[in-house]
């Protein structure tokens, strides 16, 4: 039995890397992926196993942000892409390319995702890990496979996915 949720955060390389194990381990509950560059190429084809969000700098000279856009499309329901206007390394203060709007929001935002599933102190619980993940107006987040019809997703206020703009403001 684990103490907790499992969660994975990476950057860049390492960004891939999270991406790659919430595709492939079921022992993640989620997952933060930081301008991974194989994350739209290599790995875009499969869904994360895991909610996962990923955080992608507009003007990125090491992701082409081509495949990055067609992610978006693939609208995987475990997955949530984030574009920001910054360039690559964003997040690390050590950077010339450091935004500190951008790596707030980033922070923010996955912080909101991990709290969400359970971690980080008291929040909202996650209890199923598969299926696409719905946050109603209370901020509860369920997962299924398919609909639910016990009418609490009749308020729900997004999902997480990939599509530009949907679902929640993690």
Same mark, same amino acid.
Request: aromatic share 10%; net charge positive.
């Given at each position: 039995?684990?103490?907790?949720?499992?969660?994975?955060?990476?950057?860049?390389?390492?960004?891939?890397?999270?991406?790659?194990?919430?595709?492939?381990?079921?022992?993640?509950?989620?997952?933060?992926?930081?301008?991974?560059?194989?994350?739209?190429?290599?790995?875009?084809?499969?869904?994360?196993?895991?909610?996962?969000?990923?955080?992608?700098?507009?003007?990125?000279?090491?992701?082409?942000?081509?495949?990055?856009?067609?992610?978006?499309?693939?609208?995987?329901?475990?997955?949530?892409?984030?574009?920001? %206007?910054?360039? &690559?390394?964003?997040?690390? @203060? =050590? +950077?010339?390319?450091?935004?500190?709007?951008? *790596?707030?929001?980033?922070?923010?935002?996955?912080?909101?995702?991990?709290?969400?599933?359970?971690?980080?102190?008291?929040?909202?619980?996650?209890?199923?890990?598969?299926?696409?993940?719905?946050?109603?107006?209370?901020?509860?987040?369920?997962?299924?496979? %398919?609909?639910? &019809?016990?009418?609490?997703? @009749? =308020? +729900?206020?997004?999902?997480?996915?990939?599509? *530009?703009?949907?679902?929640?403001?993690?």
């Amino acid at each position: 039995a684990r103490g907790g949720p499992v969660f994975i955060t990476g950057y860049c390389f390492g960004g891939s890397v999270a991406w790659r194990m919430a595709q492939t381990c079921d022992e993640l509950d989620g997952a933060s992926c930081y301008y991974g560059g194989y994350i739209a190429t290599r790995f875009a084809d499969e869904a994360p196993g895991c909610a996962t969000i990923a955080h992608f700098g507009r003007y990125d000279p090491m992701v082409d942000f081509a495949p990055v856009e067609k992610l978006i499309e693939k609208a995987h329901p475990t997955a949530q892409i984030f574009v920001y %206007e910054a360039g &690559h390394g964003f997040n690390s @203060d =050590r +950077r010339k390319d450091y935004h500190p709007e951008s *790596a707030d929001l980033a922070k923010e935002r996955t912080l909101m995702l991990f709290r969400a599933l359970g971690g980080l102190g008291s929040a909202p619980l996650l209890t199923a890990r598969r299926g696409k993940l719905n946050l109603n107006e209370s901020g509860k987040a369920c997962v299924h496979k %398919e609909p639910c &019809h016990d009418g609490h997703h @009749d =308020r +729900r206020r997004g999902s997480l996915d990939s599509r *530009a703009g949907a679902g929640p403001r993690l």
